[in-house]
């Protein structure tokens, strides 16, 4: 092997690792990133649009969306339009000393404490780093009550979120399980 060849070689060595190295950034940039975020004052700006008392864990879903969110009317499949926020609050709920959840005077389960808070945002060409869980446009993560420290960090997002929207509340409804129950 002559000087010239083992340069060439070493150059389309460089080449294929140069080509390796950029998917793994890729897929890195792709599932790792952070593309949703929790708006701070989620409270006050965005809309309540359902509480869902669940009967299965006597927990509490506490369910807000932004200005966009919160365009798609009450019973409606959507779609959502891009720039989407939806958050999730899941409460643990206080119960009587039978372990029945206690109620509100509004009839639902009186809130204890929080316990995290989901989030799922759409826009133009989102999820396409989820490959075969890919639930639309839609990215996800989940935040501890902190509001900061990940409960599931983006790259975890495909399989322990997008999967279930996919295959349980399904393009038909735009991959959102809940509809804004009034205006
Ligand atoms: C096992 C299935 C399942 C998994 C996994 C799951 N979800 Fe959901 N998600 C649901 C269901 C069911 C609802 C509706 C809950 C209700 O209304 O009580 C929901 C509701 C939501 C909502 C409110 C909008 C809507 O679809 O009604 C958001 C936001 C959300 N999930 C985000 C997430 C995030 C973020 C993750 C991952 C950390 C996640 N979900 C994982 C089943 C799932």
Known sequence: MDHGET??????????????I???????????????????D??????????SDRTDSKTTAVIYANAA???????????????????DENWSTVKDTNGNAVLESDGHYKLDKLLMIHVMRKEAGFGEGYGEHRSGEWEYVSFATDGKSYATPPERAAVSCAQCHREFATEKRDWVFGRYEKH
């Open 7 to 20: 340069v060439k070689e070493k150059k389309s060595m460089a080449r294929k690792w140069k080509a390796v």
């Open 22 to 40: 950029g998917c793994a950034v890729c897929w890195l940039l792709l599932t790792a990133q952070d593309r949703v975020g929790l708006p701070n």
């Open 42 to 51: 989620y409270r006050t700006t965005f809309t309540k649009i359902r509480v």
């Open 69 to 87: 969110g919160a365009m798609v009317r009450p019973g409606d499949p959507g779609p959502y339009p891009y720039g989407s926020i939806l958050i």
